[in-house]
């Protein structure tokens, strides 16, 4: 059985003389594709007039071409049609046995040549590397003809290596530039940028935003609470005690916070109190009350040459404002008639070194020095033989008598003109010893700065299973901190050190 198929007249047998298929195959003349592209379209009207010209059939025209005028594989060097945009390979166009004498010369070899020097490039960075020598022509050509085509290739490599390396050199130039560009970006960002990079290396920095004295005391809290810290994806564990240090020592309103770190106000007051939370159950006993023993041997001059070693403590009261109650009955517990509005009142008791030893839980601005001392709980705490230094307001000679103690307050008057010489020496002794305790009380309030503002009402309800308030947990965090930081009472290396 004999069909022809192909334009070129080929008389192809479908099967041979013994019944066997014979591998054969039909392409159709390329299409003109018009709407994928300038470029796509150039290329498709090329081939297809490359394709018609080829094939030199006066019934084919560009315009209209029937589907059934195929072009057989024995017409190409692979047996089909190249990819329609791979120009250079040989198959772009049907090459051979096209039944016209015109001699063409093949294209294989430039492809073959082409396609190694895009392997080379990727294999070896563009750099220029030997290749084969080109095999023989599948058509002949005169051996002028070869040289001169060597010649132009040769000179065309050269020239695009050249170019290439002008670009490589541009190139790296640029990179380097913005690479340069962005180190010094990223240098200025951690500037601004709240992370760990915003304070190492800066003291003032450190002791204007936490009130530490230096970066290795911040690192140190941070590494003792990070583990009970709530996970947050917005903010890591070294912004949260940042925050909750920066609202302590600035007094920053929360929103301006939460615009500083980039968070909502509400996740910003939820990490806030979280954060005081575990500051208060981890850093919470380092207002502790020393042993007998550790006090005398840290003893300051000035008190053991006043008192001995029998000094213990130096208490006080301080006072910080809070919101009018709209109960009336804690509108009148909270009323202060010494401060004029509401507050809650707090004793604090510090060592002879300055150290904070104990803080009252809060109570409200009505009751008396006298009440708080009595009922808070510190009295249990004294020794036989202690001696507690107080302001004229504390009327605990009785209390603190029946610890077998003795309370040092100035002199009264009582209806004299003047304090007799005796009483005047004791007095100035006293207060001389006594004014220590409200400079710890001035430097805590001084140093953490939301001490001076005015409390929201619901921070004096008491916490979610606990018989503290929030109040009282930042008044101890501010204590605690305080502690952390070098005594206003004693200067560092004045004095030994107890390791008890």
Known sequence: MVRTCCVLGCNVRSYDRHGNKVGLSFYAFPTWKQREGAHVSDVTKRR???WIA????????????????????????????????????????????MGHSEIRTSHSDRHRRRTQR??????????????????????????????NIDIREKQTEDQQLTNDCV??????????????????????????????????GDTEKVKYYTGFTCFAIFMSVLENVKAFLTASKKLPHFQMLLLTL???????????LSYLFNVSYKTLSSVFSDTIDVLHARFGILVHWPERHCLQATMPPQFTDTFGNRVAIIVDCFEIRTER????????????????????KYLIRITPQGAISFISK????????????????????????DVVLADRGFDIRDAVGMMCAEVKIPAFTRGFCQLDAKDIENTRAIAHLRIHVERVIGSLRNKFKMLHTTMPIRSLLPCE?????????IVRVCCVLVNMCPSVVVKPGTHETCTC
């Open 48 to 50: 297809r007039l490359a």
């Open 54 to 97: 080829a094939v030199r059939r006066a019934d084919i025209k560009f315009c209209y071409v029937s589907r059934y005028q195929l072009v057989c594989s024995r017409h190409f060097h692979s047996g089909k049609p190249a990819y329609e945009m791979d120009q250079t390979n040989p198959d772009w166009v049907p090459t051979l046995h």
């Open 118 to 147: 895009q392997q080379n490039k990727v294999l070896f960075g563009g750099k220029r590397q030997p290749h084969p020598q080109p095999q023989s022509l599948i058509l002949k050509v005169t051996g002028a003809d070869a040289e």
């Open 167 to 200: 670009h490589c050199v541009q190139s790296r130039a640029e990179i380097n530039r913005l690479l340069e560009e962005n180190r010094k970006l990223k240098s200025k960002l951690d500037k601004t940028e709240l992370n760990e990079n915003f304070l190492k």
């Open 246 to 256: 920066m609202r302590l020592r600035l007094d920053l309103p929360v929103q301006h």
């Open 325 to 344: 109650p709209s109960n009336l009955k804690a509108r009148a517990q909270t009323y202060s008639h010494y401060k004029g509005t509401h507050t809650m």
């Open 362 to 385: 809060g109570w409200g601005g009505r009751a008396s020095d006298k009440h708080i001392t009595e009922q808070c709980g510190i009295l249990n705490k004294l020794l036989p033989g």
């Open 465 to 473: 299973g606990e018989d503290v308030t929030f109040l009282d947990k």
